[in-house]
Structures are given as C-alpha cells and as structure tokens.
C-alpha cells in the first residue's frame, strides 16, 4: 500500500492568522470562568465542611451535579435551555465563562474542602488558645497555609478547564477550534489547521505549568 | 457575679467543680475538682489515655465538657461551650504548649510570636516586634528571629512555642506533654526553660512523664487514672509514699528505668 504524507506547512503557518484572534476568547473564557469559579469554590468548598447542615447540604448536592454532569451538556443548558426560562437570549460568550465557572467551582470545591482539612488540627488549636477568633483563626494560620496546597491542584484544574473550552465551538463562541473550524470550511486544510490549533492549545497550557513550576521551585506553593 | 468574696491572692486561679467530659460513650473525665492557687505548679501524671490531656484542654476550652463548671481567673466556663465570652477572654490569659509544638510553618519565628499581640491586642507592631525579640532571648533563641520554624530543631521550635504562649502575658500556663516528641539531647533545654518560668512565680499546669523533673518543680503532683483524681499532694509525698495501689503500680512501672 502505498500511503502518501502530504503535510502541507505552507498551509498550516497561512492558518495562523486566522487562528490567533481565538487566543482571547480561549484565554477569557478560561480565566474568567476559573476566576468566578475560584470564588464558588471558596464559598462552596467552606461550606461543605460547615457543621451546619444547611450550608453542608446544598453545596454537597452542587458539588455532585456539576462534577457528575458533562460540560458541553452543561454549556448546552445554559446557551438553549436557560433562555427558555429566562425569556431572553445569552451572550455566547457569557453562557462559556458561566459553563466554565459552575463546573470548575465544583471542582475547586473539592480542592478547597481538602486543603483546609489537610491542615494539621493542632494549628488551629494553637491559634484559639492564643486568644484568636475562630474567624481570626482560619484567616491568618490555616487559610494561607490551605492555599499553598491548593495551588498545584488549582493548576491542574486550570489545564483542564482550558481544554474544556475546546467544546464552546458548538455554541459558535470564536475560541480557537471554531476559528479552525471557520477557517477549515473554506480551505479544506484539516490536518495542518487542528494540528496548529493542539499545538496553540499546548503553548498555553505549558506556559501555565511552567508558571507553577517556578513558583514550585521558589517555595511559593505545595508544602 | 455568683460569687461574694472578695478576690484574695489566695483565690485560685482555676477552680474546677464536678467536671464531667464525655467522648460520646466513653466517660473521660469523672467529677473532677480541683483548685489551683496562683503561682502553684501542679504536675499531672498517669498512664496514656487516662484522660490528662483532655483535663488541661477543658481549661482553656480547647474541649468541651458536659457537666460541672470550671472557673479561670473569675471567668466562669459552662458546659457544652455555651460560654463564648468568656471563652476568648480565657483564652487570652492562659497560654498552652503542645507535644507537637504546633509552630505556624508560614510565618517566620519572630512572627509566631508576634501574630496574637498584634491580633487579639491590637498591639502596634514595632512594640510587638520588640516584646517578642526579648522573650526570644529569654528562652536562647534570639539569633534564629528570621528563621521558618521548620529550619529549627525540635527543642528550638518547643521554646520558641513558649515564647508565643508568653507574649499574651498569661495568667496560667498548660504544658500537654512538652517534651514528649523530642529527641533525648533536647529535653533538657526545654526543661530548663520551663523550670525558670516556674521560678518566676507562673502558675503551671503541666502534663509529663519526666518524673524527675516533676519531682524537682512541682507544688503538687496530681495522678489521674480512668479519667478520675486518684491521688494527690507534695511530689514527696505521691513519689515517695503513695497511698493508693494503683499509684503505686504506676509509678513502679514509670520509675523502674
Ligand atoms: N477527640 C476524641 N474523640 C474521642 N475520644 C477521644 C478524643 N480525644 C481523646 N479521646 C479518648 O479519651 C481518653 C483520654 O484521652 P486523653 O485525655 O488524650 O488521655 P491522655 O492525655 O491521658 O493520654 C482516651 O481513651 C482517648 O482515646
Ligand atoms: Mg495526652
């Protein structure tokens, strides 16, 4: 069989024009997602180790939905099925950093809820017998400490949701692969174009890690 | 305001009446009553899990406890934490040292110790700094300041954990065992600085198994077993003498070696 590799780089560099301008969305939609879902994450993530019920329950049944239901389902949701009640439509763009916000806030839920129970009990102990505040307590000794563990897997979760973003193609919100996409429909370059659009997707998801990496190695983060 | 007497130096200091702590079925604390008078050293023995730990840490509220009153410096502790107020005040007056020194590895030495003066006081920095540099020179740490805590050895991180206690200026301090997590060569430095704070008068709560230590600082030495006062008076008398079979057994076990 005789299988002819005609990789056209010509074809791929011309593409990356037309790929840039995804970039921003990409990177907004991400990182304005992360950042609404950091603060759920801390609001949730507090309250599902609350003794109180009441805070307890509804963040158990939040964290539970969103990490047990797919993404694109839940970007599908809010893009269709919430006009439906709201009787208005949503902005593309607003309905993938709100996807993006209430699946990684499950998830950074979870990583908040394990950094503040990874702290030692003896440190808020030691703490309250000085005389702090429970409040006072949580703020200066376990929560600066709970967020320095939190940040690898916070990492972690950021690449994902980067990927994720991935999907918003289908609601027509100009990140990168519905750039590729539009740029495909015309050209019939398949292979060089999703082959540029990994290797965008790989330049800003190792940029991050050697972000994390840096800060790993100055002590700034982990242990 | 239960009380008519006028405060005397000789009102204890704690005043434990009927204290009763339970960990869901099992009785930890059995009527305890004890009266501490200020700058008295008393020293609690008895075997693991016999309930010492728990008997300090319901002090200063670091356990609840279900029946009974216990009373600091006229602040009045009720059952089932239902006493939030005067909790924190307690708290401020009472300074605790743990068996894991329990050092906040975030923060330099200098700021351990400095954190609760300038919290819970309100106390201006420079002052705080200043206070902390020279409880850090009384307990031989001064030149380690600057340092995490966890670049310190073990008996270094135990007196730093003495000089953040000392910083709030306590009325009373509880020791849980604090040289139990240290290697041999560093008891005695943590020993020795706890024997100077007793010289200068500080009431103490201290829980140990150095019984020569005991022996040598204590007013009173105090064995608990299954959770109840078995028996207590001068280490002399408990060390020498006791009356009672199981703190005789005990002690035979603990000063064979
Ligand atoms: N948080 C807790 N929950 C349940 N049981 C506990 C708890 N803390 C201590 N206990 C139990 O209470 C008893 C007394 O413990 P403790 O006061 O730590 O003893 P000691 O300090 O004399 O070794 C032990 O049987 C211990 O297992
Ligand atoms: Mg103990």
Known sequence: ?223 | MSSSQTPTSETPIVRMDKVNKHFGDLHVLKDIDLEIAPGEVVVIIGASGSGKSTLIRCVNGLEEFQYGHIEVDGNELLPNGKSAKALQTIRTEVGMVFQQFNLFPHLSVLDNVTLAPIKVRGTPRQQAVANARRLLERVGIADQADKSPTQLSGGQQQRVALARALTMEPRLMLFDEPTSALDPEMIGEVLDAMRELARDGMTMMIVTHEMGFAREVADRVIYIHGGQIVEQGPPGVVFDNPQHERTQSFLSRVLKH
């Open chain 1, 1 to 223: 069989m005789d299988v002819t590799f005609d990789f056209n780089w010509a074809a791929a560099l011309a593409s990356l024009p037309h790929l840039l301008p995804g970039i921003p969305y990409t990177l907004l939609i991400s990182f304005g997602g992360l950042a609404i879902g950091f603060l759920i994450g801390i609001l949730f993530g507090l309250m599902r180790i609350s003794p109180l019920a009441w805070l307890r329950i509804p963040a158990i049944a939040y964290i539970e939905i969103f990490r047990g239901t797919p993404v694109l389902v839940q970007v599908l949701f809010i893009f269709y099925g919430l006009p439906q009640l709201l009787g208005s439509p949503i902005n593309a763009l607003v309905a993938g950093i709100a996807a993006i916000a209430v699946n990684s806030g499950a998830y950074i839920s979870e990583i908040v809820r394990g950094g503040v129970q990874s702290i030692e009990r003896g440190q808020r102990e030691a703490g309250l017998s000085l005389g702090l505040s429970r409040t006072q307590a949580f703020r200066y000794i376990i929560w600066p400490q709970a967020l320095r563990r939190m940040i690898p897997p916070l990492g972690n979760q950021a690449i994902i949701s980067i990927k994720d973003t991935s999907l918003f193609s289908v609601i027509g919100v100009g990140e990168l692969v519905r750039q590729g996409q539009v740029y495909i429909a015309t050209t019939f370059t398949a292979l060089e174009v999703y082959l540029m659009v990994a290797l965008l997707y790989l330049a800003i998801t190792w940029s991050l890690s050697l972000i994390l990496r840096l800060l790993e190695r100055k002590g700034l983060v982990g242990q």
